[in-house]
Every structure is written in structure tokens, then in C-alpha cells.
């Protein structure tokens, strides 16, 4: 019924590195890679790992959407604005919206999963469409990240302008109850 004992939670981003928003969202990214690393390994598992299964859940529920909002509020519209028509970020940008829209979907396919497992006590390897959930997610999850990681974040460190990331930085600040990033900054 327990943990193994071997359980960390998902590295917390330290809250400084909001002074830099576009490492900000490639620490994200990763995080990103660590809960599918992490799913990837609990849904071959029949033992049940409640901080394990809780952490996952935690994640879908709260950090990927406010990752979502992050990208689609802040860090899209601002390239649509800076981009040169010859970066051709449009297309990019307009098909990580549209994955964005599926992974909330399958999101909440897997949350429900865990979910059940959670209220269950169970380990994911016990659900019959545990795979068929679970891989397909986590295939998308690290493609998409790929495409942000080389196409969207390499062009906006070059697009964006030092008040833009500011401003990007504030806004990511706030959305999360936390202080203006810059406000000890002297």
C-alpha cells in the first residue's frame, strides 16, 4: 500500500529563474520529460505507490494547464507580433496550439487512470488501457517539447525584445502568486 521509499517529488523550478523566462520554459520542459519518465515507469507497475501515483496527478492537474495557459496567453501571441514573416513561426505555432487542445484531452484520460488507481490502491500496470492511454500521451508530450525546445524558444530568444521578456517574466511571475521577479533586482 505504501511508496518504496525511493520518491521524488518533480524538481520545483526555482522561482529566480523567472528573470529568465525562455530557460524558464525550457526547465519546464523538462519537468515535462521527467512526469512521462515517470508515467512511462508507474504503468508497468502492479504495485500500488501512492506518492508516486499523487505527484503524477498533482502535475496534470495543476502544472500542465497552467503551462498551456502560459504558452497560448503569453509566449505565442507575443512571437505572432515580433516574428519576420520568413520565420514562418505561424504554422509551428498554430500546430502546438492545436496539440496543446489534444493534451488537455489526454490529459485527462490519463488523470483518470491514476485516479482510479489512486482510489483503488492500485499500480497503473492493472488497467488493461493503461498503455493505450499512457504511451500515446507521453509520445506527444516529448515531440512537442522537441519542437518547442528547437524551433519555438531558439526563435524567440532571437525575436523577443529585453521588455517583452520582462514583461513575459511578470506575467508568468503573477499567474503563479508569486512576487515581481525583478522587484530585488538592482
Known amino acids: 500500500m505504501g511508496s518504496t521509499g525511493k520518491f521524488q ?8 529563474l523567472l528573470q529568465e523566462p525562455l530557460i524558464w520554459f525550457f526547465a519546464e520542459h523538462y519537468r515535462h520529460r521527467d512526469l512521462c519518465a515517470r508515467l512511462l515507469s508507474a504503468m ?11 505527484e503524477i496527478y498533482r502535475f496534470l492537474d495543476d502544472d500542465l494547464p497552467l503551462h498551456v495557459i502560459d504558452e497560448e496567453d503569453d509566449l505565442f501571441p507575443l512571437l505572432r507580433r515580433r516574428c519576420e514573416p520568413d520565420d514562418q ?4 505555432l498554430g500546430m ?3 496539440e496543446h487542445a489534444n493534451d488537455m484531452s489526454e490529459a485527462a484520460a490519463v488523470k483518470q487512470i491514476v485516479a482510479t488507481a489512486l482510489a483503488e490502491q492500485r499500480g497503473l500496470a492493472c488497467y488493461k488501457n493503461a498503455v493505450q492511454v499512457i504511451e500515446p500521451f507521453c509520445f506527444q508530450q516529448k515531440r512537442h517539447i522537441a519542437v518547442e525546445n528547437a524551433v519555438v524558444l531558439p526563435i524567440a530568444r532571437h525575436r523577443l525584445t529585453v521588455e517583452d521578456l520582462d514583461n513575459l ?4 511571475a ?3 502568486g508569486l512576487n515581481d521577479p525583478f522587484a530585488d533586482a538592482s
Not at 504495485?47 to 508516486?52: G, I, K, L, Q
Open 169 to 172: 517574466a511578470r506575467r508568468l
Open 174 to 176: 503573477a499567474r503563479r
Open 44 to 54: 508497468q507497475s502492479v504495485v500500488f505507490d501512492e506518492p508516486a501515483l499523487r
Open 9 to 16: 517529488p518533480i524538481e520545483p523550478i526555482p522561482a529566480d
Open 96 to 98: 502546438l496550439s492545436a
Open 89 to 92: 513561426i505561424g504554422k509551428v
